[in-house]
């Protein structure tokens, strides 16, 4: 790298530490996921007892530092949670604790550490949400993603929302008891050798109605396991040369040592944070440990996914579960209790199956059973080559993403989202927001008249202008606000 280039926001994360800082931190790292990943080692870490298995173990896998550093962990119950949730945001420590910590030198490398990521990750996320050069498709994503953050809560604020997911193939080999996309069995891969112009195509395609820098917000998986496709990396690669990034990756089969290796030597030319492992067992953790160095591990995320890991699945697909959130509570009681994530997608755009060559257009939504997968298909379409695919893109945004609601089109609100009036206008309660809106004259009506769902765009200017003598120019405002708010529904109807 030439010393210009200014470094990425992972590599001002790296930076921030020493090269010895960097070899503790990675071990520590590796303590942590065990601790994640198992629970009688998080008892053991919780008491200070571990067994002479447990410790050799760790001798093993590169936790070589003194124990006894982390004795905080274990001095009284409630220290190991506090820690665990705090780290990350010292601001939210109380000073007693950040005392403590700072006499510990181990502990406080690691929260020194973990607020720095948070704080890179955050602005990392800022810029790779980047803005598509089409300005119809742009504010239709931004609705999109008011309406995630309404529906989801917390997890509508940490989406990337990628514009783009290609599927590399039909089904997926892993068939996770929780997926929530509820993945078929892998029937057919997307063939590198026979395919590569055509792929390469379509990417141009996306470069061209999006921009290079915008098209690189991409998955080349979504419903797909990327190590079921051999010529996975080929493909990441020939993405990467014509977007100029490299997109991320997950994968639930880091059991492939000389296939992980790859991947991240990829990344690691990039200096990136990936790949990302679900970890779907404790055995697999155990053996994930074993394969790799923690210095290998170093950009690689582990997400726990095992039966016993106290966070909750998301109740989709193959273990669909509606579930209300705030919207089946009393006023006044709406957070009494946690509301679930409500989705694991993240796209809000094409979610395309290079396989079957489909279309559909998508955005993150709470589960139901309307929606099972956790996410909205306002409109679908088919391609035939690359050519073709240009054209079915342009015409999916030419349908479905008007900068103002169409006078024909009926006006209704967002599926999941529960009115009800009040005295100076009505609310909006979905899974897990309650949204206000004020207003006797010209918001009340509005509200009421979009409520029934049954009149057109066109229809209910004309009650409001001749029956009601509401200025035209209110209800157009009133309509634009809660259109650009992403509370209108635009899932079209076929
Ligand atoms: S969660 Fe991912 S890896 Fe598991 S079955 Fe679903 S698509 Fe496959």
Redesign the pocket.
Known sequence: MSEETPLNAYEQLIACFTVEEMDLIVRLKRFFEWVQGDQEFAAAAGSGSFSQEQRARLQQIGVTFDLRELDLLWENSDFQLNFLRACGCQDAMPAELLEKIAQRPLLALWTRYVAQKNKVYRHFRSTVFRVPKNPRFDAWRMRRVAAAKSELGHFGHVIDHPILAFELGDG?????W??????RKLTTNFDYLENREFFQDVVKACADVFGRDQAAMALL?????PHDNPHYLDFLKDFAKITGHASCTS???PGDAEWVRSLIAFYRQGNLPWPRF?V?TKKMLLKIHELYTPDELRDVELLI?TREHPRQKVTG??ILAEQNGMRDRESGHYMDQIVPQGS?ACVSGFLINMVHKTIQLVSPCYTSKKWAYGYRIYDTAAFTDALDFHRAIEELIERNMPLTPRPDSVVRFRDDLCFKPTEQGFDLISPNQVHHFAGKEVVAPLGAMIAEGNQRVDQMYSTMTDTLRINPMLTGMAVKQLFDGGFLDEVRAV
């Open positions: 997926c080999s892993v068939g996770c929780f997926c929530a996309f509820a993945a998986y979504y419903g797909t396991e994968t639930a089969v679900s779907l996914q697909g193959r694991i």
